[in-house]
């Protein structure tokens, strides 16, 4: 499954780069930015962008000699369809069971049980 939705989620499956993808989504910044809070090398963040950018999560611009990372919010869209479509079933999924359950309790209650119910 080489999609555009299993780059996405193989790239956010690591924390690092879930944790960039946070960051960026308050502002754009550079590689050495990004690499601050991390024990890892630039190289190594330099990395975790490129598997980013390669999902189509993230792009580099030039600004002069900086090289700012910017999160491409688009992409997005499209795990929220997918994610949406899959909730709307589990839903319907659970609304029906929902019926089924109240049909066996009310099939299980007594005469007596019923008539209270109906005052």
Do not use: C
């Amino acid at each position: 499954m080489d999609d555009q939705l299993s780059r996405v989620f193989s790239a956010l499956a690591d924390p690092i780069r879930r944790d960039m993808v946070a960051r960026l989504a308050d502002a754009d910044a550079g590689v050495n930015e990004l690499a601050e809070p991390y024990d890892v090398s630039v190289q190594a963040v330099s990395k975790h962008l490129k598997v980013l950018e390669e999902a189509g999560l993230v792009t580099r611009t030039r600004e002069a000699q900086r090289r700012p990372v910017h999160l491409e919010a688009e992409v997005f869209d499209l795990m929220t369809k997918w994610i949406e479509r899959y909730r709307r079933q589990a839903e319907e999924r659970y609304r029906r069971l929902d019926d089924v359950l109240a049909e066996m309790d009310a099939d299980q209650q007594s005469p007596t049980d019923r008539e209270r119910g109906a005052s």
